[in-house]
C-alpha cells in the first residue's frame, strides 16, 4: 500500500499534493486517490501541532533569516521616518565610477 508512506513522508516534509502526486504516479494505483489524500492532510494537521517541517528546522540550522506572521513587539511602533537617512543621495542610471567612489567615502567612510 502506498497510503502510509505517503502519509510519513508528507508528515515529515509538510508538502502535502506533491508528495500525494509523486506516490500515486509511482504506485499507479488510482483508486488510493481519496485515502492517500486523506491521510496526507491528517498527517500535515498532526505534524504541523507538534513539530516544525524538515525545511524549516534546517533554516533554522543555518541561521537563516525567517519572515513570520506577526511583527516583533519592539518594532510595531517603528516608522519608516525614523529609520530611513533624511539626506538622501541619488545617482542617475548611468554615473561615473569617480562620483559614486566619492559619495561612498564622503558619506561612509
Known amino acids: 500500500m502506498a497510503i502510509g508512506p505517503s502519509a510519513i513522508i508528507s508528515g515529515y ?8 502526486i509523486i506516490i500515486l504516479e509511482i504506485c499507479e ?5 481519496i485515502p492517500m489524500f486523506i491521510a496526507v492532510i491528517v498527517s500535515n494537521h ?9 525545511y524549516h528546522r534546517l533554516v533554522r540550522t543555518k541561521q537563516c533569516p525567517v519572515l513570520t506572521n506577526s511583527i516583533p513587539l519592539s518594532c510595531q511602533k517603528l516608522k519608516a521616518d525614523y529609520i530611513m537617512n ?3 543621495k541619488c545617482f542617475h542610471s548611468v554615473e561615473k ?7 561612498l567615502t564622503d558619506e561612509h567612510r
Open 29 to 33: 494505483d488510482f483508486t488510493l486517490f
Open 13 to 20: 516534509v509538510r508538502m502535502k499534493y506533491c508528495v500525494a
Open 97 to 103: 565610477l569617480e562620483t559614486v567612489a566619492k559619495v
Open 86 to 88: 533624511p539626506n538622501l
Open 46 to 54: 498532526v505534524g504541523d501541532q507538534f513539530t516544525r517541517g524538515v
